[in-house]
């Protein structure tokens, strides 16, 4: 399986942006690929999702300020957010699997470790 390594978290001020990235260990045109969240207390939520076909599908909750990009040649996953607001506070998760709806019902086969995002 291809590994998944996030970074780009950080701790910034409200109003702040942030892209966070997630590498492949190999190849992921074939994947579809996605970000989650896990804020403290609460369940992980899907955030958005990259298609094989390029297609792209964001959150109800996450539409506007969130944009997620893919980058084949260099086997990564973006997800850029502005407007950073305090309950975005949370662990970022990038997740990949050959399924697209198992994907966003988070059942992927493949997940990083996840990098912190906190706003204060």
């Known amino acids: 399986h291809v590994q998944l390594v996030e970074s780009g978290g950080g701790s910034v001020q409200a109003g702040g942006s942030l892209e966070l990235s997630c590498v492949a260990s190999?190849?992921?045109?074939?994947?579809?690929m996605g970000w989650f969240r896990q804020a403290p207390g609460k369940e992980r939520e899907a955030v958005a999702s990259?298609?094989?076909?390029?297609?792209?599908r964001y959150a109800d909750a996450m539409r506007g300020r969130f944009t997620i990009s893919k980058d084949n040649a260099k086997n990564i996953l973006y997800l850029r957010i502005n407007n950073l607001r305090p309950d975005d506070t949370a662990m970022y998760y990038c997740?990949?699997?050959?399924?697209?709806?198992?994907?966003?019902?988070?059942?992927?086969?493949?997940w990083g470790q996840g990098t912190q995002v906190t706003v204060s």
């Open positions: 997740a990949a699997d050959y399924s697209p709806q198992r994907l966003w019902i988070g059942n992927a086969v493949i």
């Open positions: 990259f298609g094989v076909d390029g297609s792209i």
């Open positions: 190999r190849q992921i045109d074939f994947y579809s």
